[in-house]
């Protein structure tokens, strides 16, 4: 992608389900000289995200898109986001699973952050798998967002060691740690 620090920066949306702590980690970033990206809108599927506080918090849109019709959730995501000029979405624990055309109409610039080290562990409790499967390492990946999933291209990701005493909670609260580094530097990764 074209190189856009020092020029203006682009817009993007970030997706939540839950708690949001790597949306407010973007926010942060998205507020640094360095950072390529401005972040201009809030999208969850629930009203019960706890993340949607940031929203106030940062004074930043947000959107609450019911997905149990998914075709209407999608044509009204995606109305909204042309209307704001939104050209990089960020997923962030958002839990439904974009279809097939709503990705073809954002190709490339949908990005997700998974908690593993894909290709290993796609979906859900990744911990617990790694864990079960007496893995040494654990970690978080960045991807491009594609019809299949967790399977589009890594940008890139970091790894945790797994200690013989981690449990699935002690797992994840590393992971993250991790997450909040790897995905602002994704993002400059994919910019630079
Ligand atoms: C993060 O660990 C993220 O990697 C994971 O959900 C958590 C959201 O935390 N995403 C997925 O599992 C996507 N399949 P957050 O709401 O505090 O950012």
């Known amino acids: 992608m074209k190189k856009l620090i020092g020029l203006k920066k682009t817009k993007a949306a970030v997706f939540i389900s839950g708690k949001g702590s790597n949306l407010e980690n973007l926010i942060k970033f998205s507020k640094k000289k360095i950072s390529p ?15 949607l506080r940031y ?21 009204k995501i995606f109305k909204i986001l042309l209307k704001k000029n939104i050209n990089l979405i960020c997923l962030a624990g958002f839990m439904r699973i974009l279809s ?16 593993s080290l894909l290709p290993k562990y796609k979906g ?9 499967n007496n893995d040494k390492y ?8 594609t019809a299949k999933i967790d399977s589009g291209k890594i940008i890139m990701q970091k790894k ?19 997450e ?3 995905y602002p530097a994704a993002i400059k990764k994919i910019y630079n």
């Open 37 to 51: 990206i401005s972040l201009n809108l809030i999208i969850s599927n629930t009203s019960y995200a706890k993340g």
């Open 124 to 132: 859900l409790n990744t911990h617990k798998k790694a864990i079960e």
């Open 55 to 75: 929203s106030k918090k940062y004074n930043i849109q947000k959107k609450v898109i019911f997905f149990k019709n998914k075709k209407l959730a999608e044509k």
């Open 138 to 145: 654990a970690g978080c990946s960045v991807h491009f967002v």
């Open 180 to 182: 909040h580094l790897l």
């Open 100 to 115: 097939r055309n709503f990705i073809k109409k954002f190709k490339g610039k949908i990005i997700n952050i998974h908690p």
């Open 160 to 178: 945790v060691k797994i200690k013989k005493n981690d449990t699935v909670d002690s797992l994840s609260k590393k992971v993250l740690k991790k």
